[in-house]
């Protein structure tokens, strides 16, 4: 609580005690030895114990920095490996690709070739045909093959 300040004829003057009498210092005792070794042992100890966990955080500290170190090479070779083997079935699909159009263009040309035969087959066919109406030989090309053997 706030104290009230008395008015001015009533204050109290303060330092002088009383009269004649002399202020008696205490003789130092044992337990006014005792506290400041107390104090000072207490203080030791919140030292070394500040110490030993500055100490230990910075061993924590080394060791984050360890492992996060270690995790981020860990990362940088997962994504050179994925880079690469993402350009490697890159190149291989770009490669099954040329292939299978060459295939296909193959396949084209092969059914071109096809149909030339069969319509040369046809053609041949129907000249047999009508030839054997018309009483000759059916295959100019079995003429050469039997004069060759004679």
Known sequence: ?????????????????????K??????????VKT???????????????????SACQRAHCDLIRVSE???????TVERDTTG???YWEREAADKERE???LEEKLKKQAEL??????????????NLSLITAGGRSDPEEEDVSSRKQ
């Open 36 to 54: 400041p070794r107390v104090d000072s042992v207490t203080w030791e100890l919140r030292l070394s114990s500040t110490n030993q966990d500055l």
């Open 70 to 76: 270690y995790l981020s090479h860990q990362l940088d």
């Open 1 to 21: 609580m706030p104290t009230t300040k008395p008015s001015r004829g009533k204050r109290v003057k303060g330092g002088k005690g009383k009269k004649g009498s």
């Open 23 to 32: 202020q008696e210092f205490k003789a130092s005792t044992d337990q006014d």
């Open 114 to 127: 096809a149909l030339e035969e069969k319509n040369k087959l046809s053609q041949r066919t129907r000249l």
């Open 85 to 87: 083997a993402r350009s």
């Open 100 to 102: 299978i159009g060459t």
